[in-house]
């Protein structure tokens, strides 16, 4: 899909900047993940052998990246991804909180997606990745959440498992984030930039207790209608799912970095009615159950 880049750096050789020591690493068929734990701030500048998919578990990370001449800031909490092409070289800016942070690294040889995409009668020559920073995605989410348990446990569920669902993810990245996919929309028409952070900030700091749509549309300043439609536009997902989706990320913070705290007091804590309400949103999200997920990524 690319030519090779030299230098580049390889999933072993990722394991061996002293950031990235992983605490969990599995392998099945070409594909290799490994949950790394962050303790400490970094400047590095990386290019990988393969493309890589990057996923934040716990910990809220602010980070610079720059690549291809553009610069990218943003804060990635749990849910947060990248789409790092193979062969793009990367620098990276980034501030680590002082609990940590825990992140899956996916990585996704070139030649597998070539197979991939020749199977489903493309020309693998004409397809390139699309790099993404800061993005949500569910269905990523959830796929490399129940892959990294099945690292965890020892692959419990067996290589099929593990292998269909390398399969599926390797589809949706070209159908999704490469030059076969249809542009990524941009929103139009939605919230003005400083009144959409300011709500955004709102729902992070009101999670403890119910958010209703009016709160909302007042802190953007427009009428309720109005302010549903403008929030789909420019977040991409209406205000209910969005504030949910917030919810889920705090309990996934919550779950790896307060283990003492029970999972009903982690459910009122992040502003769900219940422990089995906080499950099924939970599962939904990342195909896993809170308690499996702690499990998971138990220090």
């Known amino acids: 899909m690319s030519s090779t880049a030299a230098c580049a750096l390889s999933a072993f050789e990722y394991t061996q900047l002293r950031p990235f020591r992983p605490k969990v690493s599995a392998a099945w068929d070409v594909f290799v993940a490994h949950v790394v734990e962050l303790q400490s701030a970094f400047r590095e500048t990386l290019t990988f052998s393969d493309h890589v998919v990057n996923l934040r578990i716990s910990g809220t990370l602010r980070s610079r990246i720059d690549a291809n001449g553009q610069t990218h800031v943003g804060r990635s909490g749990p849910g947060t991804l990248q789409v790092i092409p193979a062969n793009l070289t990367t620098k990276w800016e980034t501030a680590v909180p002082s609990g940590g942070s825990r992140t899956i690294a996916m990585f996704v040889p070139e030649a597998f997606l070539a197979r991939i995409a020749e199977e489903c009668g493309m020309d693998s020559r004409k397809i390139e990745m699309i790099p993404q920073f800061f993005i949500h995605d569910p269905l990523l989410e959830g796929v490399l959440t129940r892959l990294a348990i099945e690292a965890q446990s020892g692959s419990p569920s067996g290589p099929l498992y593990a292998e269909s669902a390398c399969e599926f993810l390797a589809h949706h990245l070209i159908q999704t984030y490469s030059t076969r996919s249809r542009p990524l929309s941009r929103a139009s028409g939605g919230l003005s930039g400083h009144r959409l952070r300011a709500v955004l900030d709102y729902i992070d700091e009101s999670l403890t207790h119910p958010i209703t749509l009016r709160e909302l549309a007042e802190v ?67 195909g896993c159950s809170p308690a499996a997920f702690r499990r998971l990524h138990a220090r």
């Open 220 to 286: 953007a300043q427009v009428s309720p209608r109005h302010f549903e439609r403008a929030f789909r536009q420019a977040v991409g997902t209406p205000p209910h799912a969005y504030v949910t989706e917030r919810r889920v990320a705090a309990a996934r913070d919550l779950l790896v970095s307060e283990p003492a705290l029970t999972i009903d007091r982690i459910a009122s804590s992040v502003g769900f009615s219940s422990s089995s309400h906080l499950a099924l949103a939970f599962r939904r999200q990342t």
